[in-house]
């Protein structure tokens, strides 16, 4: 199932982080952050999303504070 979220994040290296951040957690099919408009989208198991969300704020808080994910 896919789903989009807002986020706020500044450079392309951040937006690359993200990605990667998600993309290893357990569930996740696929993701893509558009830097342009600000949105992370995930493919992801249904009914997981708020908890793949919430994992993947707490890890990038351990690597970038700057970047915001709006659940």
């Known amino acids: 199932m896919r ?7 500044d450079c392309p290296t951040c ?5 990667d951040c998600v993309s290893k957690i357990n569930g996740v099919d696929s993701c893509s952050v558009n830097l342009m408009t600000q949105k992370l989208i995930v493919n992801a198991e249904a009914g997981r999303h ?3 969300i919430d994992m993947a704020i707490e890890q990038m808080k351990k690597i ?8």
């Open 64 to 71: 970038d504070d700057d970047v915001v994910i709006y659940a």
């Open 3 to 9: 789903k989009i979220f807002k986020v706020e994040v």
């Open 15 to 19: 937006a690359a982080k993200l990605e």
């Open 50 to 52: 708020a908890e793949i």
